[in-house]
C-alpha cells in the first residue's frame, strides 16, 4: 500500500513539473508521442499473433484501440512542434525510449522472445497497466498546463476520453477470461520494481533538462511522420 502510494505520488510530481515547465514541456510531449506510436504497434502485434482466442466484441476493441494510438502519436508530435523544437528520432534518447516502452519492454517482463508464446490475458492486464498509467498521467498533465495551451489541451483531453475507454474494455476482457487476479498481481509486482529503482527515478527527476539526453531540438521539421 504505501509502495502503491509513493508510486502514484512520484509518477503525479514527474508530470505536473514537466508539463508546467516550458524546458521540459517538448520533451515530455516528444516521449509520449513514441510512447503511443509503440502502443499502437504492441496492440497490433498482439491482435494478429492471438487472433484465433479473440472474440469479435473485442477484435473491434482492438482495432480501434490500435487506431487511437496512432492518433494519439500524431497529437503528441504536432504538441511538440507547437512547442517550437521536433523530435530527434535519431538522438540517443529517442533510441533509449523505444527500448523501454512497448513490445520490447513487454517481451522482457513476460520473458519470452515473441509475444505470441505468452497467454492472451496476461498481455491484456500488461496493456491494461499501461492504459492506467496514461490515464492518471494525462490527468496530471492536464491540471498543470498552463491554460493558454488551449489546442494542446483540447488534443489532450481528447486523449485522455479515448484512455478511459480503452481501460473500460481492457477490465472487460480479463472479466470475460477470469483474469482479473493477474492484473492485480502485475500492478504489485511493477510497483515493487519502480519502488526498487527509486534511487534511479528520484535521479531523473532533479536532474535540470539541460543535462538528460533530449528526444528533442528546437525548429520545426513538419515532414516528420511517426507511424
Ligand atoms: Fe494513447
Ligand atoms: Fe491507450
Known sequence: MLQHVLFIGFSAIYYSQS????????????????????????VAHIRSAKATEIPVWLDEQMQRHISDEVRHAQIFTKAVEREGYFIDLDGEAAQQSLSSVGEASMRRYHQV????????????????????????????????????????????????????????????????????????????????????????????MTKPATERPSLVKPGQKPELSLV
Open 19 to 42: 508539463a508546467a515547465n516550458p524546458q521540459r514541456r517538448p520533451h515530455l510531449f516528444a516521449s509520449l508521442a513514441l510512447q503511443e506510436a509503440e502502443g499502437s504497434r504492441t
Open 113 to 204: 522472445d515473441d509475444l505470441a508464446v505468452a497467454p492472451l490475458p496476461d498481455l491484456l492486464a500488461s496493456v491494461l497497466l499501461a492504459e492506467e498509467l496514461g490515464v492518471r498521467g494525462f490527468r496530471c498533465i492536464l491540471k498543470a498546463l498552463p491554460d493558454q495551451l488551449t489546442a494542446t489541451r483540447a488534443a489532450i483531453e481528447s486523449v485522455l476520453q479515448d484512455e478511459e475507454r480503452h481501460v473500460r474494455y481492457l477490465s472487460d476482457a480479463l472479466h470475460y477470461f477470469r483474469s482479473t487476479a493477474v492484473v492485480d498481481a502485475y500492478r504489485r509486482d511493477i510497483e515493487s520494481k519502480m519502488f526498487n529503482d527509486l534511487g534511479k527515478v528520484l535521479d531523473f
